[in-house]
Structures are given as C-alpha cells and as structure tokens.
C-alpha cells in the first residue's frame, strides 16, 4: 500500500522561509511523479510544483517561481518543498502526490502552510 506522508508546514511571517517535506512508502515502480499541490480557504487545489524521479526534471507555477525549490531522494521515495521568501498568497493546505506511468496516483493528507504580513 502506497503511504505518503507530509511535515514541515506551520506559522510563519512573511518573507520567511518553511521546508516541507512528503516521505513515500510503498511504490511499486522506480520511475514516476511526485509534486505538491495547495489549497487555499474557499478556493480550488492548485498544482505548484513537481518532479520527475528519473532525471529529476522539475516544474513549477509561475506564482512560486524563483521563490520555491523542489528536490526528489529516489532512494527514500521522497519528495522536498524548500519554500523561500513565502508570502500570504502562499497560505493554504499543501498535499504530496505521487503519480505512476500508468497514471494511478495517490495523496497525503496534507499539511498546514499559514503566512502573515
């Protein structure tokens, strides 16, 4: 069974920084997907950023460009989110997902990113 599991949100001021971290169990293939994805209060879940486990090729939206910094330790099945200079915009839950070839995917439960001006 496939287990993700997040940690490293919490309360910060603006301008400050949080690394989060999503530590994976259970994958059954070496090459996949795992990103972060964010939901803010009343709004939809929104894709961040993501990274390829082979050949770590890494995405990111335009909203954390320059800002946010995703690495993968394929030996762990784990996923890092260093998120630098946050700003309120950057409230929300954030959620581990990963995703097979086959496209079968699977989430954590999330963790709690809380940014103050």
């Known amino acids: 069974e496939v287990q993700l599991v997040e940690s490293g949100g919490g309360s910060v001021q603006a301008g400050e920084s949080l690394r989060l971290s999503c530590a994976g169990s259970?994958?059954?293939?070496?090459?996949?997907?795992m990103g972060w994805f964010r939901q803010a209060p009343g709004k939809e879940r929104e894709g961040v950023s993501s990274?390829?486990?082979?050949?770590?090729?890494?995405y990111y939206a335009d909203s954390v460009k320059g800002r946010f910094t995703i690495s993968i330790d394929a030996t762990k099945d784990s996923v890092y989110l260093q998120m630098n200079n946050l700003e309120p915009e950057d409230t929300g839950v954030y959620y581990c997902?990963?995703?097979?070839?086959?496209?079968?995917?699977?989430w954590g439960q999330g963790t709690q990113v809380t940014v103050s001006s």
């Open positions: 997902k990963v995703v097979y070839a086959t496209n079968w995917s699977a």
């Open positions: 990274i390829l486990s082979v050949g770590n090729k890494a």
């Open positions: 259970g994958f059954s293939f070496n090459d996949y997907a």
